[in-house]
């Protein structure tokens, strides 16, 4: 089945403590990127890769990291969380960064305390 | 910088009716416009798109407007059923960036 993987899906943690959202998709898509999700902001976009080790930010990108090591793979890292950061997070992927449908992951909530 | 306006933030309708949802871009080179659907607890999924090499699109009870020269596009959905009931988002990006940038969100409610 054609998907997009998230985990955790759920993640409390406390300030300062890194962490890392995994995301994999197994469509062969060359675009991924990252976007958190908060009331009333819709989704902003974090960070986006058109392929691998190519990426780039997104609007909203300080506080994160990425890598793009292989082409399935696309983990978000947060160095030292803050609880400005508490949120839910969507990976998503797609065929190509210009005009093809994107796929979301089930998305990872996160709350740091 | 780029910006997507969408409105209104909230919407009802009485089931059977229409509903429209307006977006409004900036970014006059935005050539590829997703509208996004997302039930509650899950995640957004694509019900339509337009590029900007047309101006309408109709899928069974949805279609998407789009007036390039305003910088505006619409969802427009016929007989609305209570499935409907959701947040949607527009989109709008250009082919020469990668960045995306979502309207804010509309919450769709389908009343009885």
């Known amino acids: 089945e054609a998907q997009v993987t998230q985990n955790p899906r759920y993640l409390i943690t406390v300030t300062g403590k890194k962490l890392t959202v995994t995301c994999s998709q197994n469509?062969?898509?060359?675009?991924m990127s990252w976007y958190r999700q908060d009331p009333g902001l819709g989704l902003r976009q974090i960070y986006y890769s058109m392929n691998v080790e190519v990426t780039d930010k997104g609007d909203v990108p300080e506080g994160y990291k990425v890598s793009r090591k292989e082409k399935r793979n696309f983990p978000l890292i947060l160095e030292s969380p803050s609880p400005n950061q508490t949120s839910l997070y969507f990976c998503?992927?797609?065929?190509?960064?210009?005009?093809?449908?994107?796929?979301f992951g089930q998305g990872t909530r996160l709350t740091v305390v | 910088g780029e910006n997507v306006e969408q409105h209104p933030s909230t919407l009802s309708v009485q089931e059977g009716d229409s509903a429209v949802i307006k977006c409004t871009y900036s970014?006059?080179?935005?050539?590829?416009f997703p509208w996004y659907k997302q039930e509650l607890g899950k995640r957004p999924q694509l019900i339509i798109d337009i590029r900007s090499n047309v101006g309408e699109k109709k899928d069974q009870r949805i279609a998407v407007t789009l007036n390039k020269t305003a910088k505006h596009f619409s969802l427009h959905i016929t007989e609305t059923q209570p499935e409907d009931s959701a947040v949607y988002f527009c989109a709008a990006r250009r082919s020469s960036a990668s960045k995306i940038i979502f309207g804010s969100g509309t919450r769709l409610s389908i009343r009885p």
């Open positions: 998503a992927s797609s065929f190509n960064g210009v005009d093809t449908e994107a796929f």
């Open positions: 970014d006059s080179a935005s050539n590829y």
């Open positions: 469509m062969n898509h060359e675009y």
